[in-house]
């Protein structure tokens, strides 16, 4: 029977091997963001069908041919991770199986022991969703250091924009020994609606504490953010007012998005006529993807355009039935 260690080396190898075979525009749409996990599946050829499937997240098939089933009733990151695993299975060659909520509370990189086929399936998700390279990227792009990545805000904003749990997250982090064992814990225990309940502050009352927190600055220029509707975003950018620019928040709305919250900081310490942090609370209308824009002007010279801040939002629709590739193959058959 394959070890638990050998099953780890082995979800690891192909995870590896299968980003050294896709090019870069099929992994992520841009370096440094989500690895593009439902456009993989489909470059793989097998047929991934999204249906509420009860209290089962997903399943993996290979009767006549392959195909991967993904629950609609779990977030976006769940999806994505129950995805991973049920790929990890396929590219493994394993038998057809089931799987429900024990893939997200177990880990293979610990001393929990189950089942070799989950082991290696578990450990090829993790390490295809979060390579350390991919890690390493968005840790640079944001400027978050060795000793930022220890704070439990940083990493659920890091969580964020790989598109993977909270959890997932650390309990990775702590396999590359980018967060020790025992820190590992700590942040693990943390509660993550206090995380978001301090991004958004007395600001905003969300409906519920399921929606996520994005925290954005201009590091996430150009970037493309895959999120959910029911997301908030928390926009941070730098302001001359006192020169007269100003953001121009009316491009956000009239591109789709709800303004919640709209204020000016001054940072502590500076001087009257300094510039000042323009920071507002921003929730989509829309699903779909689109480039939103906003430029810092003069109100009375728009042309004199001191900053831009672009990024592509897709905010991922609720996926049910089959993707789009396989419905055309039908369609063509």
């Not at 610990?110 to 290696?120: N, S």
Request: overall charge negative.
């Amino acid at each position: 029977m394959t070890s638990q260690r050998d099953a780890v080396l082995e979800g690891t190898l192909e995870a590896e091997q299968l980003h050294s075979e896709l090019n870069a525009n099929t992994i992520a749409r841009v370096p440094g963001t989500a690895v593009d996990i439902f456009s993989v599946i489909d470059s793989r050829g097998i047929n991934l069908l999204f249906q509420k499937l009860g209290g089962l997240l997903g399943a993996y098939l290979n009767f006549n041919k392959r195909g991967i089933l993904v629950t609609t009733e779990r977030t976006l990151a769940i999806q994505r991770f129950t995805a991973a695993h049920e790929l990890g299975h396929a590219v493994l060659n394993h038998r057809a199986g089931i799987d429900g909520d024990d893939i997200l509370t177990r880990s293979p990189f610990g001393t929990q022991r189950y089942l070799p086929e989950e082991v290696a399936a578990d450990t090829f998700a993790a390490m295809f969703l979060m390579p350390e390279y991919l890690i390493n990227e968005v840790a640079t792009r944001q400027r978050w250091d060795s000793a930022s990545i220890q704070q439990p805000a940083v990493i659920y904003q890091m969580a964020l924009r790989l598109g993977v749990s909270y959890e997932a997250l650390v309990r990775t982090l702590t396999k590359y020994k980018i967060l020790s064992a025992s820190r590992g814990r700590v942040v693990l225990d943390e509660e993550i609606k206090s995380i978001k309940r301090g991004l958004l502050g007395n600001r905003v009352l969300p409906p519920d504490w399921r929606c996520n927190i994005w925290e954005l600055t201009e590091r996430d220029a150009e970037s493309v953010l895959i999120a959910e509707p029911n997301d908030f975003f928390v926009i941070r950018l730098r302001e001359m007012s006192s020169a007269g620019y100003l953001w121009n928040v009316q491009q956000a709305r009239e591109a789709g998005f709800s303004i919640v919250a709209d204020e000016r900081f001054l940072s502590a310490g500076s001087e009257i006529g300094s510039d000042v942090e323009r920071r507002f609370t921003a929730q989509p209308t829309f699903t779909g993807q689109k480039d939103i824009r906003a430029v810092q002007s003069r109100p009375w010279d728009p042309d004199d355009i001191a900053e831009e801040f672009r990024v592509k939002f897709d905010i991922a629709r609720p996926a049910i039935g089959f993707t789009l590739r396989h419905r055309m193959e039908v369609l063509a058959a």
